[in-house]
C-alpha cells in the first residue's frame, strides 16, 4: 500500500520530488513556525476529520514532522537499529508508547519498533550485523535486539487474522496501516521515522491533544480481538482521558462480562497498573460493573475513596486494592493470584484497619507486620479521621514528620528462651507462655526495657502466676 506523502505546511519541495524518491528526498524541512508547538499536519486538514476511522476511510497517513528536542532524543537512541534497517533496505518506525509519550514531551522507558520484514529476515540482518538478538516472540513477530547495551523490541508488521479475545493469529505484512489498524488505540497507533516523521493513520495526535481514548476502527472488533482492552481502556483514560468517546465507553461497558474469560494474571497485572495511577478514584466508579465481574461483588467505594482521595497519592496500589474490599480480604484470594507476601500484607491490613492510631498501637503494628503494614494501616486510620498528632504529639503540620518516625532503627525484642533458662526458668510449655506475656509487656513499653528489665519482670510474672492459684 502506497502512502499519501503530502506537503506539510512550512515544507518546500525538492527537484527530487518523484513517485520514487524517499521522504528525506522528497522533501525539504524549513523551520515550522506553529502556535502549539513543533506539529504540523501533512495535509492541512485537521486530524480531527477522520478520528477513529478505519483503514478503508483514511486511504494513507497523515502526516506531522516533529522537531522537537525529545523526538530528536529518542530517535538519537534509536538510530543504530533504524540505521541498520535502512542499509539493508527496510523501514524501521518507532511506534506506540514511545511515540505517543514523545509528543507530550514524557521519558519513555521502552522503544518499541516496528519493522517492514518478517522476523527471521530482521533476525538475520542484526545478526550479521554483530548484534546479539534474542528471540523473546519469535513465533509472534518479536525480535530483542541489543544495542549499546539497550534492548530493542522489533516487531513485524501483522495483521489478525483470527481472535478469540485471548489469542490472535497474525499474518505478516508490509503496509504499515495495516499494522496501525490492529492495534487497541489511536493514540496507540502512532509511527516515528527516523527522519522525526510522524505517520499518524487514525487521528491519534487529534485524540491525545483533546484527552480522548479512542479504539481504532469498530470498538467491538478490537475489544473481541482481545478482552483485556476493556481494562487497558480505562487505564489510559486514567493517564490520558479528558472527554469521553462515547461508542468506546458503551462498547467496554457492553462488553464488561467478557473480563471472565481473561486468566487472573493478565487481570491482576493490569488492575494494579490502574492502582498505581496517582488518583484512580474517578475512574475506579467508571469501571465498577467490571470489578464486579472480577470480585463477584460491589467494592466499598466510600471507603475506597476515604483513603484514595484522603491520602498521599504515592500509596502503594496494594493498599488501595484492599480498600476496595476492607471488609472480605479473601476474595483476594479467591480471585486474584497474588504473592504469598502481597496477600500477607492484604491479611494484616485487614487485622489491624480498625485499631486506633496511638504511639503504643504503631509500635505493636510495626513489630508485628513490618514497616509497610505499618505505613499502610496509619494512612487508613487518617483517612478514617484518627490524628496525627496522636502518633506525633505536638506535630507541626510537616508530612515529612510522618516518614521521621519509620526512619528510626527499630529495637528488637531483647529476650530468648534460653536467656531464661540461663537465669533458671524451668523448660517446658509454661516458658512459652512467660515470653509471650513479656514479649506483648515490652511492645507496651514501646520496646524500651532492655534485657535486666526483661528478665525482672518474668520473674515478677511468675510470682503473679503463683499468687493466682
Not at 538475520?124 to 534474542?134: H, M
Not at 480505562?234 to 471472565?260: N, P
Amino acid at each position: 500500500m502506497n502512502e499519501r506523502k503530502t506537503l506539510p505546511a512550512g515544507y518546500s519541495a525538492s527537484p527530487s520530488n518523484s513517485p520514487g524518491a524517499s521522504l528525506s528526498d522528497a522533501y525539504k524541512v524549513l523551520p515550522l513556525k506553529e502556535p502549539e508547538g513543533a506539529l504540523s499536519n501533512a495535509h492541512g486538514a485537521s486530524p480531527s476529520d477522520t478520528p477513529g476511522a478505519s483503514p478503508s476511510d483514511t486511504p494513507g497517513a497523515s502526516l506531522f514532522c516533529d522537531i522537537t528536542d525529545a523526538s530528536v532524543e529518542i530517535r538519537s537512541k534509536a538510530s543504530p537499529i533504524l540505521d541498520i534497517l535502512a542499509k539493508n533496505g527496510r523501514e524501521g518506525r518507532l511506534v506506540g508508547g514511545c511515540v505517543r509519550d514523545t509528543i507530550l514531551g514524557k521519558p519513555s522507558a521502552d522503544i518499541d519498533i516496528a519493522v517492514n520484514a518478517p522476523p527471521d529476515e530482521v533476525a538475520s540482518i542484526f545478526e550479521k550485523a554483530g548484534l546479539k538478538v534474542i528471540p523473546t516472540g519469535i513465533s509472534h513477530g518479536t525480535v530483542t535486539v541489543i544495542a549499546g547495551g539497550v534492548p530493542f523490541e522489533l516487531t513485524s508488521l501483522r495483521k489478525d487474522v483470527a481472535t478469540d479475545g485471548r489469542h490472535a493469529t497474525v499474518e505478516y505484512t508490509d503496509a504499515w496501516e495495516q499494522d496501525a489498524a490492529r492495534r487497541d488505540f489511536t493514540i496507540n497507533a502512532l509511527y516515528l521515522d527516523r527522519n522525526g516523521n510522524i505517520y499518524d493513520y487514525f487521528g491519534g495526535i487529534h485524540d491525545l491533544k483533546h484527552g480522548i481514548v479512542r479504539f481504532v476502527g469498530n470498538q467491538v472488533q478490537r475489544i473481541k480481538e482481545d478482552y483485556l482492552r476493556i481494562l487497558r481502556y480505562y487505564r489510559f483514560f486514567l493517564r490520558f482521558g479528558r472527554e469521553v468517546d462515547d461508542g468506546s465507553a458503551q462498547a467496554v461497558r457492553e462488553h464488561a462480562a467478557c473480563v471472565s474469560k481473561l486468566s487472573m494474571e493478565r487481570v491482576q497485572s493490569e488492575l494494579l497498573k490502574i492502582l498505581s495511577e496517582p488518583r484512580p478514584m474517578d475512574v475506579l466508579r467508571m469501571m465498577s460493573e467490571v470489578l464486579v465481574v472480577i470480585f463477584g461483588k460491589e467494592p466499598d467505594f466510600d471507603y475506597a475513596d476515604r483513603l484514595i482521595r484522603g491520602t498521599s497519592p504515592e500509596i502503594p496500589p496494594l493498599l488501595r486494592l484492599f480498600a476496595l474490599y476492607p471488609r472480605d480480604s479473601d476474595v483476594f484470594r479467591r480471585k486474584l493470584k497474588l504473592s504469598k507476601k502481597q496477600l500477607r500484607y492484604i491479611e494484616a491490613m485487614s487485622e489491624v484497619k480498625d485499631t486506633c492510631l496511638s504511639k503504643v498501637n504503631l509500635f505493636k503494628v510495626r513489630y508485628k507486620h513490618g514497616d509497610d503494614v505499618a505505613m499502610g494501616w496509619v494512612y487508613v486510620r487518617l483517612a478514617n479521621g484518627d490524628e496525627l498528632c496522636s502518633l506525633l504529639g505536638d506535630w507541626n503540620g510537616e508530612v515529612d514528620a510522618l516518614a521521621s518516625i519509620f526512619s528510626v532503627p527499630f529495637p528488637e525484642f531483647p529476650l530468648s528462651g534460653q536467656d531464661l533458662l540461663d537465669v533458671g526458668f524451668e523448660p517446658g510449655p509454661k516458658l512459652g507462655g512467660i515470653l509471650a506475656r513479656c514479649e506483648e509487656w515490652w511492645c507496651e513499653n514501646e520496646g524500651r526495657p532492655e534485657l535486666e528489665e526483661c528478665l525482672s519482670w518474668c520473674r515478677e510474672d511468675v510470682h503473679r502466676e503463683r499468687d493466682l492459684f
